[in-house]
């Protein structure tokens, strides 16, 4: 009887795993309604915060060539990297988030040089 118990919490506990690491469309909409709130209102709460001060500093202090990010890129990673990934906030991590996104999103191409 216990070994029955024991293979069904294995399979709950691989169940359960599987599901949290699936991405969903409704935690994407969670990070982007967030970030679209935190745009409308960086006019009036500022580009940067003691938060996302810190955790520049903290990161430049790893990698030198670390480059600034602001209030909301910095939500809008740990957002991504809590909801969407079941990531741990680190440097690399948020790094890879932003850099995700900005292959995600469609942009403008560039006009070619003729």
């Given at each position: 009887m216990s070994k029955i118990v024991?293979?069904?919490a294995i399979v709950v506990l691989v169940c359960v795993s599987v599901e949290?690491?699936?991405r969903?469309?409704?935690n994407r909409q969670i990070c982007q309604r967030q970030d679209e709130r935190c745009l409308r209102n960086e006019p009036r709460?500022?580009?940067?915060n003691d938060i996302s001060e810190?955790?520049?500093q903290w990161c430049r202090g790893t990698n030198p060539r670390w480059r600034n990010i602001s209030r909301c890129e910095l939500s809008?990673?740990?957002c991504r990297l809590t909801l969407e990934n079941c990531a741990?906030?680190?440097c690399d991590n948020v790094r890879q988030a932003l850099?995700?996104?900005r292959t995600t999103t469609t942009r403008r191409p560039e006009p070619s040089e003729e």
């Open positions: 024991l293979l069904f949290a690491q699936t969903r469309p409704i709460n500022g580009r940067n810190i955790f520049n809008r990673a740990t741990l906030l680190s850099r995700e996104e």
